[in-house]
């Protein structure tokens, strides 16, 4: 089946958005973000966010969507971004999916929507969160393994998100998220994605682009962006503060050490964070991998790429 779209994936600091946009350029394409920290406004630099300079003029989607405040979750991320790729594709244009954030990627070319049973979800979550809280995560595995040991044999015991998110499923709906997810399964896939995939050859590359990319958040201002959100009224404990960049800035100011010092931090945790992006875009045996050497050559990649997509009847 030839692809309706294009899907840009790899770990932190690969060189995803300037592939997207280079692709972009030459395919007739515009760029629908990925990553589940873009969405949020006010929060440039510490998620790497696309300057309008490296966009180039091409239109990029599903940036600056959220409210810092709000706990965005895939399901929107779906519900919202699938009318912006029908347009896309409406207009004789190609989507080009570019991003890291793997479950955001999967969902959205499945299609896969619960926005039927997330509205009725209000106050669920909250009081499973006050009972872990309380009671500590492991009534609520023990819960969870009653209704669908599957999911929690499935899940790290310490998971507390995504118990408390399966739990909350049931709850609110009558089904475990085990069923859910086979349901969603059975039904065909609303995209149909050519995937490159970038990396490093060599592991050390990819670490030190990881903390170049840090250092020059921090001369970017990364410290001042977090100390305005928290300014704001925005808590520390919301999901957007969360985030790789924020939340261990945020932890240092408020622990009383350096800014400095949380910038290491954000290092380590970064370079956790790409190991886990490969495992996941690893699973996908479809996908063409650009690896690259000690540094990215765009030159060589968007070449590979084009023709790649020109062999799938991509113009």
């Not at 970064?270 to 540094?295: C, D, I, M």
Request: aromatic share 6%; glycine share 8%.
């Amino acid at each position: 089946m030839k692809p309706d779209c294009l899907v840009i994936c790899g770990p932190t600091a690969s060189g995803k958005t300037a592939l997207a946009v280079a692709l972009a350029q030459v395919l007739n394409g515009e760029v629908v973000s990925a990553d589940s920290m873009q969405v949020y406004r006010g929060m440039d630099i510490g998620t790497a966010k696309p300057t309008k300079e490296e966009m180039q003029g091409v239109p990029h989607h599903m940036l600056d969507v959220a409210d810092p405040r709000e706990n965005y979750s895939v399901s929107r991320y779906v519900t919202d971004a699938i009318p912006v790729m029908d347009d896309i594709l409406s207009r004789g244009k190609l989507p080009i999916v570019a991003g890291g954030t793997g479950l955001y990627i999967d969902n959205l070319m499945a299609g896969r929507q619960f926005a039927p049973f997330e509205a009725r979800t209000a106050g669920v979550r909250e009081q499973l969160q006050q009972r872990a809280r309380a009671e500590g995560l492991e009534p609520l595995r023990q819960q969870l393994a009653q209704v669908d040991p599957e999911a929690a044999a499935r899940l790290h015991p310490n998971d507390e998100k995504r118990i408390i998110r399966a739990l909350e499923v049931y709850l609110t709906t009558g089904k475990t998220i085990t069923q859910h997810n086979r349901e969603s399964q059975a039904i065909p896939p609303r995209y149909h994605p050519l995937t490159i995939g970038l990396d490093f050859a060599e592991r050390p590359h990819l670490w030190q682009r990881i903390d170049r990319r840090v250092d020059e958040m921090m001369e970017q201002g990364l410290e001042g962006e977090v100390r305005g959100l928290l300014a704001s009224g925005i808590p520390p404990t919301c999901t957007a503060m969360q985030a790789i960049g924020y939340k261990e800035i945020a932890a240092a100011l408020a622990e009383g050490r350096s800014a400095a010092e949380g910038a290491q931090e954000v290092k380590l945790r970064s370079r956790q964070y790409a190991k886990r992006q490969l495992t996941w875009f690893r699973r996908n045996p479809h996908t063409h991998w650009v690896r690259w050497g000690e540094a990215p050559d765009f030159s060589q990649a968007l070449s590979f790429s084009t023709q790649l997509a020109h062999a799938h009847g991509l113009q």
